[in-house]
């Protein structure tokens, strides 16, 4: 395990951070980082779809204020974990399952590190579909909080066969690298305007933002391939079928949620037996980018869920 790179003065992250690079067991190259100053536990904290360990350098910020050492990674095909396409721009991965290779590198790596005990979870968006089958899966933390789960894709019910079986043709044909319709290789910040987007109501969290992909060219990705799209339909079709882990687990939500779908998620919570859901007001989809007064509240959520 050599030392990786962390650009932890343009992610506003805290002092003392260190990051390394580790390899999965199927031989693919991550970069996990962590910050290990707390007295109340370590989150491990499970970023989404297009996102990178930077992204979140004012929440690692939050976290240490209120106790909380923090360990995160860059999952496969993104940030600067090894890319799985040709066009590294694609958001691709080959099964959503492989991801789960992803958790056991960055468990085993924290069982070497000195880091605060209790663990704890917080998974946001496609980090929630992973950290729920890591739950499934035995993941050790004491308690979960997810961030607008991705526990169901915003395609309304009666059209997602239609959209599964066409992901599964093109695949099929050789064409599973292929961008999903719709998409391309601009990240999601490149590609909107503040105005129109879905992921935060806060015109200073989407400068920043931007301003993270601009500085350091290569951390971010586009559009999710073909692929990534039928086996993410296929993940969380399949998770919405189990049985909630028997855990103690917090869902966030924002009220204005409009990247995943939002009675997937709470038919879900549901019916987990300690699962609670805490609808946080003003918030688009991106709850730990946005407003600073929204962030309080919700970061605040979760302290006292995690310290309950």
């Not at 739950?135 to 050790?140: D, E, F, S, T, V």
């Not at 909080?145 to 043709?169: C, D, H, K, N, Y």
Request: glycine content about 10%; aromatic content about 10%.
């Amino acid at each position: 395990m050599n030392d990786a790179p962390l650009y932890a003065e343009i992610a506003e992250a805290p002092a003392g951070g260190a990051a390394r690079w580790v390899e999965t067991a199927d031989g693919v190259r991550l970069r996990i980082a962590w910050w290990d100053k707390g007295d109340k536990g370590t989150v491990l904290l499970f970023p989404g779809r297009t996102e990178f360990i930077e992204k979140y350098g004012r929440t690692v910020a939050e976290f240490q204020a209120r106790g909380y050492a923090t360990m995160i990674l860059d999952w496969r095909g993104q940030g600067l974990a090894d890319r799985l396409a040709p066009n590294r721009k694609l958001g691709h991965v080959e099964r959503f399952t492989d991801y789960q290779h992803d958790v056991d590198s960055l468990v085993a790596l924290s069982e070497t590190l000195d880091l605060p005990q209790p663990f704890f979870l917080c998974a946001h968006s496609m980090g929630g579909t992973i950290g729920l089958r890591a739950l499934q899966n035995g993941l050790n933390v004491s308690r979960s909080v997810f961030s607008a789960p991705m526990w169901g894709l915003t395609i309304e019910p009666l059209w997602r066969p239609l959209v599964q079986a066409f992901a599964a043709g093109t695949r099929s044909v050789g064409l599973g690298m292929e961008f999903a319709p719709g998409t391309g290789p601009l990240n999601y910040v490149q590609s909107h305007e503040f105005a129109d987007n879905r992921l935060t109501s806060c015109p200073e969290s989407w400068a920043y933002l931007t301003q993270l992909v601009n500085t350091h060219p290569g951390l971010e990705i586009g559009g999710p391939s073909i692929n990534w799209l039928h086996e993410a339909l296929d993940e969380t079709k399949e998770l919405a079928q189990t049985e909630p882990p028997l855990q103690d687990m917090l869902c966030l939500i924002g009220s204005d949620e409009k990247v995943v779908h939002k009675t997937d998620v709470m038919a879900y919570v549901e019916r987990w037996k300690n699962g609670q859901v805490g609808i946080v007001t003003g918030a688009r989809h991106e709850i730990l980018m946005e407003a600073p007064e929204i962030r309080k509240r919700a970061i605040d959520m979760m302290d006292a869920f995690w310290s309950g």
